[in-house]
């Protein structure tokens, strides 16, 4: 199995809330799930972090089930600037990070 | 201000010849970590540093060293650089493993 995988791609409209949902196949017990978002030509930035249940920032959602063997981004009302890729990150056995491979979100207006 | 600084910015070498790729934060973060970006297969985590002295292989670690000499720095060093070495590389840093990280601009990498 893939260690952490994601959609390759999703389209959305303006005002609408997209859910981005990833897969944890070879987690470890003990820490955080972690949410990136890429620009072209810049560094991934933190969008949220969870470990169980549900976490909210300013910006988005987290769901994390009982297992934690998948994990959902929520963005509520995006808009054309959220257009960007997404990256799920976990943390596997012996300190690894490991990232999937992005899912490219496109917002239209 | 706070931040992860990596030079150069851009490099364009020859098969074989030795670089160093240096990396610098400034947030007395413990852990930093080399990632290497390519096309379809998002961020792919090279070597990591849990500490001061403390380094270890991610997941594509081959081609590749480094070194945790002091806290801040944490250069890449590839001994004899080959073509399929060519991608944009980033550095990062946080408080602990698994913490939120804070990526460096990255260095864009071609060997020719």
């Known amino acids: 199995l893939a260690k952490t995988t994601q959609p390759i791609s999703m389209d959305s409209y303006e005002g609408q809330e997209v859910n981005i949902t990833c897969s944890h196949n070879n987690i470890a017990t003990n820490d955080y799930i972690t949410w990136y978002q890429q620009f072209p030509s810049q560094g991934p930035r933190f969008i949220i972090q969870g470990y169980k249940t549900k976490v909210t920032n300013e910006v988005a959602s987290l769901f994390i089930p009982a297992d934690r063997k998948s994990s959902t981004l929520s963005l509520p009302r995006v808009s054309l600037s959220d257009t960007a890729v997404y990256y799920c990150l976990d943390v596997e056995y012996g300190n690894k990070l490991v990232f999937g491979a992005g899912t490219i979100l496109r917002v239209k207006s | 201000e706070a931040q992860v600084t990596q030079n150069p910015r851009y490099l364009i070498t020859v098969t074989g010849k030795k670089l160093t790729v240096t990396c610098s934060q400034n947030?007395?973060?413990?852990?930093m970590s080399w990632y290497r970006q390519d096309p379809g297969l998002g961020l792919r985590q090279i070597y990591y540093s849990m500490n001061v002295e403390v380094t270890d292989k991610g997941d594509v670690p081959e081609g590749y060293k480094v070194s945790r000499k002091e806290k801040r720095n944490f250069p890449l060093i590839l001994e004899s650089p080959s073509p399929n070495q060519t991608s944009l590389y980033f550095c990062?840093?946080?408080?602990?493993?698994?913490?939120?990280?804070?990526f460096g601009p990255g260095t864009r990498l071609t060997v020719l």
């Open positions: 990062a840093s946080s408080p602990l493993k698994g913490n939120e990280q804070f």
């Open positions: 947030m007395n973060h413990e852990y």
